[in-house]
């Protein structure tokens, strides 16, 4: 049976950790060559990219625990942070029985398409409404494919919009974009459509492009952290913590920075473009017009804590480096994604557990603690240790209270003398 409770997953030896993966989530020897090995072959790098020299490899790990509408996922992790998985892998494990709910709206992307020199923008913003039939038949045209799965041009709207140089007319294409991420097929709909809409307004084609602020497709996540998992006092300090994310921008420009580190680690293991989530994100929690936390605290009526956040989220799970990259398929395989929305709703889930580590320990303990820990071994490998070595060098300087580069040299150096 399929778990994500791997209890001391963390302990196990790498080879120990692939075994596991390997029986319960039916991996084969190629997998786990891909897994060894990063994955990514160089031809296909280098069509991925202009001016390939080479490829860049990230640590890729799963966070264990979650659960997410009552089923189990083990959720694949790329980052070069330590401590970012084992902080939601925590989380996520006080959360438990009950685990994340999640819930996300139908793939919608907006697409612009900006026509400027018109003579009168209201009298050509209407005849774009009146042409709405004929423009979305001619974006249609372009996608065959995503029509017959459902998807394709639904909506058409137009506003004009007063620049610096004059009035505008913004034409919006409203595209279903099923499992996809939706920026090709976006982008080339709004080419599509752009002469057609010159036509009609007699104004010239000038940006057309998705935007990123996709507040039609938004997902949101929830859990709750129950008063005798946390304690009253840790809920009350994460709640202060909170308030102080609320009320000042460079707090809560680091409160969603935590919130990030889970949500871009689940994208880049599942191969999508976390730039767009991130420039999404952040755009959201300013839209009343201030920087606010992505994720919102509150204490329960019986004195638990509920945590839920919602944000927009393009992601996909056909085309791009979802299909070109084996180890992007692979996390896809891990988590038991059958839709694009499944994706965008576990990412929230990590998104809330990561924050709710975050403020777990920089209300308490702060967050040194088990950051340095984590880092020790870092520490251990950039001196040059290796195995248990570096373990052995990063449990020293633990005990010493003493974590840090340049003691990392001293004692490698020590052991390289005794050898
Ligand atoms: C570090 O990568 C993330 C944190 O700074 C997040 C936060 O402060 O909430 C710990």
């Not at 031809?43 to 390939?52: D, G, H, I, K, S």
């Not at 409203?174 to 104004?203: Q, W, Y």
């Not at 929305?341 to 889930?349: G, R, T």
Request: aromatic share 4%.
């Amino acid at each position: 049976m399929k778990t994500s409770r791997l209890e001391g997953f963390y302990k196990k030896t790498l080879e120990e950790r692939l075994g596991i993966l390997r029986e319960q989530e039916e991996l084969g020897e190629a997998d786990v060559r891909l897994l060894k090995t990063g994955g990514l072959a160089l031809e296909v790098a280098e069509r991925m990219v202009e001016n390939c020299i080479g490829m860049f490899s990230l640590p890729l790990g799963v966070a264990t625990n979650f659960k997410v509408n009552g089923k189990e996922v083990l959720v694949p992790m790329a980052l070069e942070e330590p401590s970012v998985i084992a902080a939601a892998s925590h989380a996520a494990k006080l959360c438990l029985p009950e685990g994340f709910h999640a819930e996300s709206d139908e793939p919608v992307m907006r697409g612009q398409i900006q026509l400027v020199g018109i003579r009168e923008t209201e009298a050509a913003r209407k005849k774009v409404q009146e042409s709405k039939d004929e423009l979305l038949n001619l974006a249609n045209s372009k996608d065959s494919v995503l029509v017959k799965l459902g998807g394709g041009a639904k909506k058409v709207e137009a506003r004009v919009l007063q620049g610096a140089r004059g009035k505008m007319l913004l034409v919006e294409l409203f595209v279903d974009v099923r499992d996809a991420m939706g920026a090709n097929a976006v982008n080339t709909m709004c080419e599509s459509i752009a002469g057609k809409l010159e036509e009609i307004t007699g104004g010239k084609r000038r940006a057309r492009i998705l935007s990123n602020l996709c507040t039609e497709r938004k997902v949101r996540a929830s859990a709750v952290w129950k008063k005798e998992t946390l304690g009253e006092e840790t809920i009350e300090a994460i709640l202060d913590a909170y308030d102080l994310a609320v009320h000042d921008m460079y707090r809560a420009t680091t409160h969603n920075k935590g919130i990030m580190n889970g949500i871009d680690a689940v994208m880049v293991a599942a191969g999508n473009d976390w730039r767009a989530v991130e420039a999404g994100a952040h755009a959201y929690t300013s839209l009343q017009g201030r920087y606010l936390p992505l994720t919102k605290w509150e204490k329960r009526k019986n004195g638990d804590l509920l945590g839920s956040i919602e944000l927009p989220m393009a992601v996909g799970i056909v085309g791009g480096a979802t299909r070109s990259h084996p180890l992007a398929k692979l996390s896809l395989k891990i988590m038991g994604v059958q839709h694009a929305n499944e994706l965008a709703e576990i990412a929230a889930c990590v998104g809330v557990a990561n924050n709710l580590a975050a403020m777990r320990a920089l209300a308490t303990e702060g967050i040194q603690k088990g950051h340095l820990r984590l880092h020790a071994r870092n520490y251990a490998i950039a001196a040059g240790a290796s195995g248990e070595q570096a373990d052995a060098i990063a449990s020293r300087m633990i005990e010493e209270n003493n974590v840090s580069h340049s003691r990392a040299l001293e004692l490698f150096q020590q052991l390289k003398k005794k050898k």
